[in-house]
Protein backbone atom coordinates (compact mmCIF):
# COMPACT_ATOMS: atom_id res chain seq x y z
CA UNK A 1 0.00 0.00 0.00
CA UNK A 2 1.15 3.02 -1.01
CA UNK A 3 1.39 5.67 1.93
CA UNK A 4 3.01 9.35 1.99
CA UNK A 5 3.15 11.68 5.11
CA UNK A 6 4.08 14.83 5.08
CA UNK A 7 5.27 17.12 8.35
CA UNK A 8 7.23 20.46 8.84
CA UNK A 9 4.87 22.63 8.34
CA UNK A 10 4.10 25.32 10.74
CA UNK A 11 3.90 29.48 11.26
CA UNK A 12 5.93 31.79 10.38
CA UNK A 13 6.91 35.64 9.50
CA UNK A 14 7.24 36.58 6.06
CA UNK A 15 10.69 36.28 5.14
CA UNK A 16 11.10 33.37 7.12
CA UNK A 17 11.99 30.20 6.04
CA UNK A 18 10.31 26.08 5.98
CA UNK A 19 11.96 23.10 5.07
CA UNK A 20 8.85 19.92 4.37
CA UNK A 21 9.48 16.28 4.70
CA UNK A 22 7.76 13.76 3.03
CA UNK A 23 8.12 10.28 3.57
CA UNK A 24 7.14 7.23 1.56
CA UNK A 25 6.13 3.90 1.75
CA UNK A 26 4.94 0.67 0.15
CA UNK A 27 6.70 1.97 -3.35
CA UNK A 28 9.66 1.86 -5.27
CA UNK A 29 10.67 5.43 -4.21
CA UNK A 30 13.56 5.70 -6.62
CA UNK A 31 11.72 4.93 -9.19
CA UNK A 32 8.85 7.38 -8.88
CA UNK A 33 8.16 10.60 -9.84
CA UNK A 34 6.99 12.86 -7.08
CA UNK A 35 5.62 16.41 -5.85
CA UNK A 36 3.95 19.14 -4.06
CA UNK A 37 0.93 20.85 -4.50
CA UNK A 38 -1.47 23.04 -2.09
CA UNK A 39 -4.66 23.74 -1.40
CA UNK A 40 -5.63 27.05 0.17
CA UNK A 41 -10.05 27.19 0.62
CA UNK A 42 -12.14 28.42 -1.97
CA UNK A 43 -9.29 28.33 -4.56
CA UNK A 44 -7.86 25.47 -6.58
CA UNK A 45 -5.26 23.25 -6.25
CA UNK A 46 -2.26 24.90 -7.07
CA UNK A 47 1.09 22.38 -8.16
CA UNK A 48 4.64 23.75 -6.18
CA UNK A 49 7.59 21.84 -7.46
CA UNK A 50 8.17 18.55 -9.08
CA UNK A 51 11.18 15.66 -9.43
CA UNK A 52 11.65 12.83 -11.36
CA UNK A 53 13.78 9.33 -10.99
CA UNK A 54 16.53 11.29 -12.90
CA UNK A 55 16.64 14.18 -10.44
CA UNK A 56 15.43 16.55 -13.18
CA UNK A 57 13.28 19.05 -10.66
CA UNK A 58 10.57 21.51 -12.42
CA UNK A 59 9.19 24.63 -10.60
CA UNK A 60 5.59 26.77 -10.80
CA UNK A 61 6.39 30.61 -11.35
CA UNK A 62 6.04 31.74 -7.71
CA UNK A 63 7.79 29.10 -6.33
CA UNK A 64 11.07 29.17 -8.62
CA UNK A 65 14.00 30.93 -6.81
CA UNK A 66 12.69 30.44 -3.23
CA UNK A 67 11.80 26.68 -2.80
CA UNK A 68 13.84 24.27 -3.61
CA UNK A 69 13.17 20.23 -4.05
CA UNK A 70 14.86 17.22 -3.33
CA UNK A 71 14.64 13.68 -2.17
CA UNK A 72 16.56 11.59 -0.36
CA UNK A 73 16.39 7.97 -1.91
CA UNK A 74 18.20 6.39 1.35
CA UNK A 75 15.43 7.47 3.46
CA UNK A 76 13.05 7.15 1.09
CA UNK A 77 12.02 11.07 1.80
CA UNK A 78 10.92 13.86 -0.15
CA UNK A 79 11.65 17.42 0.81
CA UNK A 80 10.65 21.21 -0.17
CA UNK A 81 13.15 23.79 1.59
CA UNK A 82 10.88 26.89 1.22
CA UNK A 83 12.63 30.55 1.53
CA UNK A 84 11.39 33.75 1.42
CA UNK A 85 8.11 32.71 2.20
CA UNK A 86 5.05 35.54 1.52
CA UNK A 87 1.30 35.47 3.36
CA UNK A 88 0.50 34.03 -0.17
CA UNK A 89 2.45 30.94 -0.05
CA UNK A 90 -0.10 29.94 3.02
CA UNK A 91 -1.81 26.63 2.74
CA UNK A 92 -1.96 23.21 2.83
CA UNK A 93 0.98 21.65 1.08
CA UNK A 94 0.76 17.52 0.05
CA UNK A 95 3.33 15.67 -1.64
CA UNK A 96 2.08 13.21 -4.31
CA UNK A 97 3.78 10.50 -5.70
CA UNK A 98 3.24 9.17 -9.67
CA UNK A 99 5.01 6.91 -12.09
CA UNK A 100 3.60 8.43 -15.18
CA UNK A 101 5.85 11.59 -15.90
CA UNK A 102 3.54 13.48 -18.21
CA UNK A 103 1.31 13.16 -15.36
CA UNK A 104 3.80 14.05 -12.60
CA UNK A 105 5.10 17.13 -14.43
CA UNK A 106 1.31 17.91 -14.34
CA UNK A 107 1.17 17.57 -10.79
CA UNK A 108 -1.33 14.91 -11.20
CA UNK A 109 -0.35 12.08 -8.52
CA UNK A 110 -1.86 8.79 -7.98
CA UNK A 111 -1.21 9.28 -4.38
CA UNK A 112 -0.94 11.90 -2.09
CA UNK A 113 -0.70 12.36 1.77
CA UNK A 114 -2.80 14.21 4.55
CA UNK A 115 -0.79 17.49 3.66
CA UNK A 116 1.01 19.86 6.50
CA UNK A 117 0.10 23.35 7.23
CA UNK A 118 2.01 26.10 5.96
CA UNK A 119 0.67 29.76 7.54
CA UNK A 120 2.86 33.17 6.52
CA UNK A 121 1.76 35.98 8.55
CA UNK A 122 2.81 39.75 7.21
Known amino acids: QVRLEESGGGSVQAGGSLRLSCVGS????????MGWFRQVPGKEREGVAAIDPDGTTIYSEFARGRFTISGDNAKNTLYLQMNDLKPEDTGMFYC????????????????WGRGTQVTVSS
Open 26 to 33: GYNFAAAC
Open 96 to 111: GVDFALNRCKNYVFMT
